[in-house]
C-alpha cells in the first residue's frame, strides 16, 4: 500500500465535524447530488456526506471518535486505534469509526485487519467509497487488477468526480483492455 493513499485516506477521514451516521435520512440527497452534479460542488458535497457518517448517535462514541480523529492527526495510531476499538464495541453499527480503523491499521500494516474493517464499513454503509477505495487499494497491491478495477468502479457508482479513483479505473482498465474484466 503506497504512504501516499494511507495519508489521503487519513487525512479525509478526520475532517470536520459530526451530525448524524450512515442511516441518516440526508444521505440520499446528498448522494443523489453527488451522483447527478457537474463536479463543481462535489468536494462540498462529500464534506456534507462525511459529516453525516461521523456522528455515531451516541455522544459518548463521538466523544471517543472525536480523540480518535486527533490521535490520528497527531501520529499516535495506536492510541487512536484502542480508542476505535472502544468505540466499535459501544456502537458496533458506526462504519465510520470501522473505516477510520481500517485506516490506522493500514498505516500499521496490519493488512488482514484494514480488509475486515474496510469490509465492515462497507457493509455497514455500501455507500461508503472512500473504505471501498481503500479496499480497491489493497486489491491493487495484492496484484488483482480485476478486482481492484470493480472496486474502484463501485466506489466511482457513489461518487464519480473521485479523481484518485477514475485514474485508478482508467489505468487499470487500459491495462485489462483485451482481457475480460
Do not use: C
Not at 469509526?97 to 480488509?115: C, F, H, K, M, P
Amino acid at each position: 500500500m503506497r504512504p501516499v493513499f494511507i495519508a489521503i485516506f487519513l487525512s479525509l477521514a478526520v475532517a470536520g465535524p459530526a451530525r448524524a451516521d450512515q442511516t441518516d435520512g440526508r444521505l440520499d440527497a446528498l448522494f443523489e447530488e453527488l451522483r447527478t452534479g457537474d463536479g463543481l460542488g462535489a468536494e462540498a458535497t462529500v464534506e456534507r456526506i462525511q459529516e453525516v457518517w461521523r456522528d455515531s448517535q451516541s455522544d459518548t462514541v463521538d466523544l471517543l471518535y472525536g480523540r480518535a480523529e486527533a490521535a490520528v492527526a497527531a501520529g499516535e495510531g495506536d492510541l487512536a486505534a484502542v480508542l476505535l476499538d472502544h468505540a466499535i464495541g459501544l456502537a458496533p453499527s458506526f462504519a465510520q469509526a470501522y473505516a477510520l480503523r481500517g485506516a490506522v491499521r493500514l498505516s500499521n500494516e496490519d493488512q488482514a485487519g484494514s480488509i475486515a474493517d474496510f469490509s465492515r464499513a462497507v457493509e455497514l454503509e455500501p455507500r461508503q467509497f472512500e473504505a471501498t477505495i481503500a479496499l480497491a487499494e489493497i486489491a491493487l497491491a495484492g496484484g488483482d487488477k480485476r478486482g481492484a478495477y470493480d472496486l474502484f468502479q463501485k466506489a466511482l457508482e457513489w461518487n464519480p468526480h473521485e479523481a484518485h479513483a477514475s485514474g485508478r479505473a482508467k489505468k487499470l482498465r487500459d491495462d485489462l483492455n483485451g482481457q475480460e474484466i
